[in-house]
């Protein structure tokens, strides 16, 4: 039987003085306030086990069976069309509230705003090929790499970027619960529909309950039948990118 979903607020905290810390000793002292307030819902011990095991699986096969041949034509393209690595490394905000440094395809020019501003449509940092990378999600899949470190599974609410955690996490209720499960390259709030650039802080919101909803809902099943929607949904993103005959 799932456990309830209890949200404990209490009436009146003392006030407590904290001393001058660093980031890493403010964002644990978050994390324990969190914990003092609210319990989220845990799925069984054997839940974890079997994740992992499809993480594992997942992420291995299409290293070995795509990554093998699309990573140097993606790193080619890639180098062809600016100046700068392949690679775009990001800190992110993972489980806990532990940075990571999360992988994805370069689709910029290298500018110094990535780690502060969101892309978003029609935006002038974005290269040709990084336009088709973002489009298909391919820009997404060195992922699977953080998968296999244990920095992310494949199913899980999305990281986001340093800058964005602060920031939110004074303006949005529960946003730092979604901390509580290891971050997905795929999540209820994709399949929901709610998936890259975040123009108003409504789209969000409805991101954080999505999350919540997942954490409060968690199971193997569940996950996966969110990777075959997202699989699903992503075939259906490049058949509309095929041009049409006519």
Not at 122 to 129: L, S
Not at 221 to 244: E, M, S
Request: proline share 6%; charged share 20%.
């Amino acid at each position: 039987m799932e456990h309830p979903f209890v949200v404990n607020i209490p009436v009146e905290r003392p006030e407590r003085h904290i001393a001058p810390q660093t980031e890493i000793g403010t964002i644990r002292e978050m994390f324990q306030e969190i914990n003092h307030r609210y319990m989220v819902y845990q799925p069984p011990s054997y839940y974890y086990t079997v994740k992992r095991a499809i993480d594992l699986t997942i992420s291995l096969t299409f290293t070995v069976l795509i990554m093998s041949w699309l990573f140097p034509i993606v790193a080619l393209l890639i180098k062809l069309s600016s100046k700068g690595p392949v690679f775009f490394i990001q800190k992110r905000t993972g489980y806990k509230g532990i940075e990571f440094d999360c992988f994805k395809f370069r689709t910029m020019y290298v500018n110094d705003d990535a780690d502060t501003r969101q892309a978003s449509r029609g935006d002038k940092r974005i290269t040709p090929i990084g336009k088709f990378l973002r489009m298909t999600h391919i820009d997404e899949t060195p992922q699977f790499f953080n998968v296999l470190l244990g920095d992310m599974s494949i199913v899980g609410p999305r990281p986001h970027m340093l800058y964005h955690t602060r920031y939110y996490a004074q303006s949005i209720p529960y946003y730092n619960l979604r901390h509580e499960a290891i971050p997905g390259m795929t999540g209820m709030a994709q399949v929901k529909g709610y998936i890259g650039e975040i123009s108003i802080e409504r789209d969000l919101r409805k991101r954080v309950q999505w999350d919540v909803y997942y954490l409060k809902h968690r199971s193997v099943w569940g996950d996966i039948k969110i990777i075959f929607t997202t699989i699903g949904l992503v075939v259906l993103k490049a058949l509309n990118l095929t041009p049409k005959k006519g």
